[in-house]
């Protein structure tokens, strides 16, 4: 089974990889509010069963692959 | 002669640096591997040097907490033993849940290289002891930006967990903070280089006082 993470920073926490991006993209005349940086994750898992393959997936997560104190993430299968 | 572990991990790179610092207090360092466990009783306190355990990568520190070294490092801190991380050692701490907080990229996403002026808070197991006491030494980091929740900066700072602040907060930590410590006091973790002010020469011998374990 093949699921990915996507971790965001959270919105109160400062963002200083999207405020760059965002400043280069307003430079070039983009218009826009707000922009974020996170990471994607593909886990393969070896694992036939789609509900423990996620509940693995989560294990991970939790284990350490995102920090609750600064990042929120969001599980799907792919 | 206390004997002092010092926590190698892939990456690290100021591991002699603390050698050395150990060495010039008359102490007995000792490597520690980050794949091999330890028993903490062979030892009377641990140092985690800085550096950049496994590039940094997904967050500074946070692949290195998760090494079996750390398991042990657990069991040592449960027991009261002495725990002292240094830069990336204190992003390690902190990702590994032994320190609260986190340490984020700089205010200005640089690498900042310079000397700092800290200012002793509040006393930890560890030296240095004078509160109020100034000492000068360098930083060199780019993920040095102390920053918790509103909650907890406010629980830290009731508790008197903050050991350590900036004069002129460089990075752009919550509160000014360059060092603090857990509840109980026998973890301590700060991002600028005691170990990198140890003589006249260096520019500060200020840092050799945090190598002071007068431990009972």
Partial sequence: ?78 | MKKVGILRFPGTNCDRDIWKSVELKNQKPSWLWYQDHFNPKDFDAFVLPGGFSYGDYLRSGALAALSPAMESLREANQKGFPIFGICNGFQILCEAGLLPGVLMRNKEGRFIDQWVDLKLRNQSLWSPVKINQVFRMPMAHADGRFYIQDQDYKKIQDNGQIWLTYENNPNGSVGDIAGIMNEKRNVVGMMPHPDRALFDWMGSDDGLEFFDWNLS
Avoid: W
């Fill in chain 1, 1 to 78: 089974m093949k699921f990915a993470l996507k971790i965001l920073p959270k919105t109160e926490v400062l963002d200083t990889q999207g405020r760059a991006v965002q400043k280069t993209l307003m430079s070039h005349g983009f218009k826009l509010t707000d922009c974020h940086v996170g990471k994607y994750l593909v886990l393969e898992i070896e694992e036939k069963s789609r509900e423990k393959a996620r509940e693995q997936a989560i294990a991970m997560a939790e284990k350490g692959l995102y920090n609750p104190l600064i990042e929120t993430y969001q599980l799907e299968e792919i």
